[in-house]
């Protein structure tokens, strides 16, 4: 069964420091991807990143990064020099290659950036 | 290109009802998915239609129903509202040449 554990329900930092944020997830499938997501107050969720299981390197996006290490199943997500804006609630998931039109999501990560 | 819209974005209605949610996908994108989100058991799959079919399913009872136009926008129905149905309700859709799950708005359905 494919799950998406995120271990840390909510973190709060001060503005400017750097946060990461963790994802592990479980799946037998060979072919997968991963996504992160962004949810603020109003409750859309935000497109950050997809990452496919053969695509093992790094994104770095602006203040945003990623690390995908396959060896511990884990997916996690660096924030860089934080800010006020950045608060929001994150959201990590997992779809089948084949099927992407359903995500399995993480219970999502809670994050205060205070000024 | 406009993004996924659902109407209405907020919703009161009393146990026993039943609701019809709308949601217009981005132009171009044939396949919608639908999501519940609650505080108690987060984001969960609903169902997800292409080319007006259900292609899948997730593990809700027979109250939720949905169902997709040839113009690619789509509704989902619960019938015999119950409190436990308050709830997020939020759209996405994909196109066919992304692999990426588009989210709209959310409709807020409160049931009293």
């Known amino acids: 069964a494919q799950k998406v554990t995120q271990a840390q329900t909510e973190i709060s930092v001060v503005e400017k420091e750097d946060v990461t944020l963790d994802c592990v997830y479980e799946?037998?499938?060979?072919?997968?991807?991963l996504f992160w997501y962004k949810q603020p107050p109003s409750g859309e969720l935000v497109f950050l990143i997809r990452?496919?299981?053969?695509?093992?390197q790094n994104e770095i996006s602006g203040r945003y990064s990623w690390n995908f290490q396959k060896s511990t199943s884990s997916f996690n997500f660096t924030i860089t020099a934080s800010q006020v804006v950045d608060s929001a609630v994150y959201f990590c998931?997992?779809?089948?290659?084949?099927?992407?039109?359903?995500?399995?999501f993480g219970t999502g990560t809670r994050l205060q950036v205070f000024p | 290109k406009a993004g996924v819209t659902q109407t209405p974005r907020y919703l009161i209605k009393t146990r026993g009802q039943q609701v019809t949610l709308s949601c217009s996908p981005i132009?171009?994108?044939?396949?919608v998915s639908w999501y519940q989100q609650t505080p108690g058991q987060g984001l969960q799959f609903l169902f997800e239609?292409?080319?007006?079919?259900?292609?899948n399913k997730g593990n809700f009872p027979g109250r939720f129903s949905g169902r997709q136009f040839s113009n690619s926008r789509s509704e989902m129905n619960v019938s015999t509202l119950e409190l436990g149905d308050s709830a997020l309700y939020l759209c996405?859709?994909?196109?066919?040449?992304?692999?990426?799950?588009?989210f709209g708005p959310g409709t807020r359905l409160t049931v009293l």
């Open positions: 996405a859709s994909t196109g066919r040449d992304t692999d990426t799950q588009y």
């Open positions: 799946t037998r499938d060979t072919t997968y991807y």
């Open positions: 990452r496919n299981s053969f695509d093992e």
């Open positions: 998931a997992l779809s089948e290659a084949e099927r992407t039109d359903k995500l399995i």
């Open positions: 132009s171009g994108h044939r396949s």
């Open positions: 239609y292409f080319s007006e079919t259900q292609r």
